[in-house]
């Protein structure tokens, strides 16, 4: 009667320990199939922040004259039409645009009527002055007129 009570209950432990080992395998394994689909899954962001901090030194990098993370040129004047100009809409927005003073002028009044953009005090002139001098129309806004052209008849 002894013998047959503790073979059950080895039985038992075996039944355990198997359940065990099946249960920690299927667990395991799904956690390694997640992983394959979503490789972050368990990676705690370390790599993530130095490559932030990587960008971020590079945003204010200029090469070429260009202002590496906005592609506004770089001159006098820069940082402010950074600060100002870049938090509604991309930069591209902007240099896209060719006006003189008055131009400008008449896109940030625009701007503040209908957009929100804030009174941007003594900013206003650096930005203007900025953009006028590198946003400038272009000089020939059109081709020259044809000189010189000998014209025939279409005949039929
Ligand atoms: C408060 C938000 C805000 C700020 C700051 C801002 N803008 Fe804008 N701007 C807008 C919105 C909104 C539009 C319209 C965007 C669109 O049409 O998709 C716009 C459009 C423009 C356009 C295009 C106008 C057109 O006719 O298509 C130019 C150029 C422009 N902004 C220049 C500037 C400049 C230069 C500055 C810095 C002085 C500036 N923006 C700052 C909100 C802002």
Redesign the pocket.
């Known amino acids: 009667m002894m013998e047959d009570q503790e073979f059950r209950n080895k039985v038992k432990r075996i039944y355990l320990g198997l359940a065990l080992f099946f249960g920690i395998l299927i667990m395991g394994s799904g956690g390694i199939m997640y992983k394959m689909i979503n490789p972050s899954f368990l990676i705690f962001d370390k790599k993530e922040i130095t490559e932030t901090y990587v960008e971020a030194e590079d945003f204010d990098k200029i090469e070429n004259g260009i202002h590496l993370g906005t592609g506004f040129k770089d001159d006098e004047g820069l940082q402010t039409?950074i600060v100002?100009?870049?938090?509604?809409?991309s930069a591209k927005?902007?240099t896209?645009?060719r006006?003189n003073k008055e131009g400008?002028i008449s896109?940030?009044r625009?701007?503040q009527e209908?957009?929100?953009?804030?009174d941007?005090g003594n900013?206003?002139a650096i930005?203007?002055n900025y953009?006028a001098k590198n946003y400038a129309p272009e000089e020939k806004g059109r081709r020259d007129n044809l000189e010189d052209v000998e014209w025939y008849d279409l005949e039929n």
């Open positions: 039409v100002s100009c870049t938090p509604c809409h927005l902007v896209q645009n006006a400008w896109i940030i625009w701007m209908t957009q929100n953009l804030w941007l900013n206003e930005i203007v953009l």
